[in-house]
């Protein structure tokens, strides 16, 4: 049934992240975030990601306290996150207590919509997540969106897709997102996945598409699904919008007016605030942080399936070995290794495993002569279930006799927070809860970062922070 289409703008995060590798200051976002508030999105996108990483590391800003200025800013508009599962804000497996204090933070700090996902489609890793979120966000009118990581290969058909997100949906999810991170998903197959998800689940259920325009689909993509009766669509104002990020927010808004379909959104009001971003788009330009070529098509995703930002880190790898003519061998080499490690979806963290492996497969001139530790994790289990079985004779070579796990890889781990406050503690760094969260994320960043804070309070030079040099 036809109706309006809610939109969830991503200018406050995923754009960014996108087109200039989280680099926008909160002091960017400022000046039109009421403006942005009055707009009536679904939500707006302004956390989670890789925003930790990039607040601490390169911008000197505590991702905790650009957080709680969203929520000053934003007082109708929800604000939503993106969530690893049992990875939180990094990369690896984090305790159970971990989860759930984080979730407990972010819902306390002004986060109303939180979008969870695991890279390999375990359910078993985004278990504590979701039971945190309903715990947490019953009190704060908090939503449990949980995210398909939408990818290509033998196993991922229609039914694959319908049971996970039925699965989910038992969890406690409030909203399914289907999460295409690379834009994979064609214009009549989203058509045909959201028609599929709309009989499957419960009418109260609504379905999120995320998608990007790399490969110049997107906004087919979103058409498609709004005519097969999605509910929401991600897309971001223009100023950072198509190429690698999320397709713009105007000409879909333009595209739906006085239809059935009406966004509700008045284009009027998007000019000011799309204005003021395509200067902050220049500044970031002008900095180093965003390279133009993000914004053009790139039809190797569809090619080779691998994402535009791991396109790049393949090239990086490849430019510091001094081996850059061999690109087309390792994109050739990427769905082997793939294949060799059960079809897993190109997400962080499993794209840039699956990505370094095949770089090493081509520059050492053998196929798995040289294994990185989270290649023999991933095989190992330690990551979760893969969709599918691994190749045995690759296993075995990557393995060498080490145990493979078929457990919840989070249940070998002892509860981290307490022994992480103490740790912050001694260091003299710690001023609130949230900084043990921050330091659990990246100890390295975050040590750093707590120094140049410490640093800049006392009122010494910020420069002398980064070289460790402040008053004890």
Not at 184 to 192: G, Q
Not at 291 to 309: A, E
Not at 351 to 356: A, D, K, R
Not at 357 to 368: I, S, T
Request: charged content about 25%.
């Amino acid at each position: 049934m036809a109706k309006k289409v809610m939109i969830m703008d991503t200018i406050l995060r995923d754009a960014h992240q996108s087109h200039a590798a989280t680099r926008m200051r909160t002091e960017q976002m400022i000046p039109v975030l009421s403006q942005l508030d009055e707009i009536g999105y679904y939500s707006l996108e302004g956390w989670g990601g890789a925003t930790f990483d990039s607040c601490m590391r390169y911008l000197n800003e505590d991702p905790w306290e650009r957080l709680r200025t969203l929520r000053k800013y934003l007082k109708k508009t929800p604000i939503q996150m993106l969530l690893r599962g049992q990875n939180l804000l990094g990369y690896r497996n984090y305790a159970d207590d971990l989860v759930e204090k984080v979730v407990e933070k972010s819902f306390e700090n002004g986060v109303r919509v939180i979008r969870v996902f695991d890279a390999l489609n375990d359910p078993r890793n985004i278990e504590a997540s979701m039971k945190a979120m309903k715990k947490y966000g019953e009190s704060c009118g908090g939503i449990a969106e949980a995210a398909i990581s939408y990818t290509s290969g033998p196993v991922y058909n229609l039914e694959y897709f319908v049971n996970l997100a039925k699965t989910y949906e038992n969890m406690g999810a409030d909203n399914i997102c289907i999460k295409d991170m690379a834009n994979l998903l064609l214009p009549f197959d989203a058509y045909e996945l959201v028609t599929a998800l709309k009989k499957a689940l419960r009418p109260e259920t609504k379905i999120h598409l995320h998608t990007h325009n790399t490969t110049g689909t997107g906004d087919m993509v979103n058409l498609m699904a709004i005519k097969a009766g999605v509910d929401i669509v991600d897309t971001a104002l223009s100023p950072l919008g198509n190429g690698t990020s999320q397709p713009a927010t105007e000409p879909l808004v333009a595209t739906l007016k006085g239809t059935e379909y009406d966004t509700g959104i008045d284009l009027e009001k998007l000019i000011p605030i799309a204005d003021h971003f395509k200067k902050v788009a220049q500044e970031l330009e002008k900095e180093g942080s965003l390279n133009p070529k993000v914004r053009q098509v790139d039809v190797n995703t569809l090619i080779y399936q691998v994402p535009g930002g791991m396109l790049s880190n393949l090239m990086n790898q490849l430019k510091k070995a001094g081996k850059e003519d061999k690109l087309q061998e390792v994109l050739a080499e990427v769905p082997n290794v793939r294949r060799d490690c059960g079809y897993p979806p190109l997400v962080t963290p499993s794209s840039q495993i699956v990505g370094t492996q095949a770089v090493m497969n081509v520059v050492m001139g053998e196929r798995y002569k040289m294994v990185t530790k989270e290649t023999r994790d991933l095989f190992a289990g330690k990551y979760g279930q893969l969709p599918m079985p691994v190749n045995e004779e690759v296993a075995e070579k990557v393995l060498k006799g080490e145990k493979r796990i078929s457990y919840r890889p989070a249940d070998d781990l002892e509860p981290e927070y307490e022994k992480l406050k103490a740790e912050v503690v001694s260091k003299g760094y710690y001023t609130q809860e949230e900084d043990v969260l921050s330091y659990a994320s990246f100890p390295e960043v975050a040590e750093n970062f707590f120094k140049w804070r410490k640093a800049a309070r006392e009122g010494v030079d910020a420069d002398m922070a980064k070289t460790g040099v402040y008053p004890v």
